[in-house]
């Protein structure tokens, strides 16, 4: 049995804010859309089926488009993202008014020693509340779970 880890950040995000404006505060903090390769996303019309679909990194514009298009939808938003060199990082979910942010740590979860193999949460933290908050997003709540 696999072991499962997310971080739920929820709050307001104000009425001008939108889900790529977060993810645009992510790369510029160090984190990047390339996940082994290549780009993983979630469609336009996914309807939460979850079927991720992959890019080559040479269409992140292609991708950019679909995120503003799915934001236009109130789809829910999918994307993969690693932190810089370290190929650890996770599929962050965010709904199109940006109240909820989602990250599933499913790229190499960093962990903390011992049997339990408990996800380091706090590493992660560090990594993305500085581009949450630099967005004006206002935090009012941060769920981090562990789970079999």
């Known amino acids: ?42 469609p336009l019309g996914d309807k939460d089926n979850c079927n991720w679909q992959h890019e080559d990194l040479e269409k992140w514009t292609t991708i950019r488009e679909i995120i503003d298009g ?24 965010l709904y199109a008014d940006l109240h909820n942010i989602i990250f599933n740590l499913t790229i190499n979860r960093k962990t903390l020693p011992g049997q339990f193999r408990a996800s380091d ?10 581009a949450v908050e630099a967005i004006g997003f206002q935090i009012e709540k941060v769920t981090c779970e562990d789970f079999d």
């Open 121 to 130: 949460f706090s590493w992660y933290l560090e990594r993305l509340l500085p």
């Open 70 to 93: 799915k934001t236009l939808c109130n789809e829910m938003i999918g994307i993969s993202l690693a932190y810089q060199d370290t190929e650890i990082g996770g599929d962050f979910l």
């Open 1 to 42: 049995m696999s072991r499962s880890a997310s971080i739920e950040i929820h709050g307001q995000s104000g009425a001008s804010r939108r889900p790529i404006a977060l993810i645009d505060e992510l790369l510029k903090q160090g984190w990047s859309y390339n996940d082994s390769g290549h780009i993983s996303y979630l």
